[in-house]
């Protein structure tokens, strides 16, 4: 079946610093790929998201490149900000049902 | 647009109570979903929905029950509650465009004690 893996545990590091984490996938055919990103107390929100091989998501400074060869999706930013602490999720659907598969999230914390 | 609502956003249960979650969304969305999510776990598929009248199950449904009656509610029902249960449990809806782009609900948070 469909999975998504993010790297272990929490994310810390500093406001301007570059941020990375790394999401790869297992799936059956060409899923589309999105990063959603949870504030604390709030719900998801859709960060960005890649709907085929090679292209490239981005939104408020995070971008994330669909990378067939390497079933790979992982999410960067250049320079962070105290306000990007929060959850990532890695997530990807195929076919028509709709269905999402999340990856366990990584807790991000910038520190000023 | 309100979007998608969830009630109650905090809940407390005793073993063996039952009770509803309600969810419900106002952009016309035929596609809603429910997910739990638990540390460390991310989130998980309970039940989904391509429809009113339509549901089916997701990765984890044992010990819940849904029903789609209307294209705008969608109501997950807990039987028998168990402490296995205790989770923040998130309603998500989407038009089955835009590549499955899916709108979340601010949360539940259930406790079961």
């Known amino acids: 079946g469909n999975s998504v893996t993010q790297m272990e545990g929490p994310v810390t590091l500093s406001e301007e610093a570059f941020l990375t984490i790394n999401c790869t996938y297992t799936?059956?055919?060409?899923?589309?790929l999105f990063w959603y990103v949870q504030y604390p107390g709030e719900g998801l929100q859709l960060l960005l998201k890649?709907?085929?091989?090679?292209d490239k998501g981005s939104n408020k400074g995070f971008e994330a490149t669909y990378r067939k060869e390497t079933t790979s999706f992982h999410l960067e930013k250049g320079s962070v900000q105290v306000s990007d602490s929060a959850v990532y999720f890695c997530a990807l659907s195929e076919g028509g049902n709709n269905r999402l598969a999340f990856g366990k999230g990584n807790q991000v914390v910038v520190i000023p | 647009n309100a979007g998608v609502t969830q009630t109650p956003k905090f809940q407390v249960l005793k073993t063996g109570q039952s009770m509803t979650l309600q969810c419900a969304q106002d952009m016309n969305h035929e596609y809603m979903s429910w997910y739990r999510q638990d540390p460390g776990m991310g989130l998980r598929l309970i039940h989904y929905s391509v429809g009113a009248g339509i549901t089916d199950q997701g990765e984890v449904p044992n010990g819940y029950n849904v029903s789609r009656s209307t294209t705008e509610d969608f109501p997950l029902r807990l039987l028998s509650a168990a402490p296995s249960q205790t989770s923040v449990y998130f309603c998500a809806s989407s038009s089955g465009q835009e590549a499955h782009e899916q709108y979340f609900g601010p949360g539940t948070r259930l406790t079961v004690t």
């Open positions: 799936a059956t055919g060409y899923p589309s």
């Open positions: 890649a709907t085929k091989a090679d």
